[in-house]
């Protein structure tokens, strides 16, 4: 069972910056993806970010240049770097993993850490 803590979340003011972890644990699998997420009030939970194995990364059009995810692989910890941050990136953000056992794929999902970005 992987259990995915997040941390990171907070209040920031128009312009400022914030980074996320998300530390992954209990996987006897190779995590092959992790990425962000985020869902503001009334709308749906949408991709922000994501980290494949070899390093590859996808990025929403609205954050890219603004946001940055790497991962430390030894600690199964992925991070998003968050700058430039706007009213609009004000969300609840999820942490997800993704997972194969043979062909079958599994995944799991944080809790949610709220990021609000106000004056």
């Known amino acids: 069972q992987v259990q995915l803590v997040e941390s990171g979340g907070g209040l920031v003011q128009p312009g400022g910056s914030l980074t996320l972890s998300c530390a992954a644990s209990g996987s006897r699998y190779i995590i092959d993806t992790m990425g962000w997420y985020r869902q503001a009030p009334g709308r749906q939970r949408d991709l922000v970010a994501a980290i494949g194995i070899g390093g590859s990364t996808n990025y929403a059009d609205s954050v890219k240049g603004r946001f940055t995810i790497s991962r430390d692989y030894a600690k199964n910890t992925v991070y998003l770097q968050m700058n430039s941050l706007k009213p609009e990136d004000t969300a609840v953000y999820y942490c997800?993993?993704?997972?194969?056992?043979?062909?079958?794929?599994?995944?799991?999902w944080g809790q949610g850490t709220q990021v609000t970005v106000s004056s």
């Open positions: 997800r993993a993704d997972w194969r056992i043979a062909i079958n794929p599994y995944d799991a």
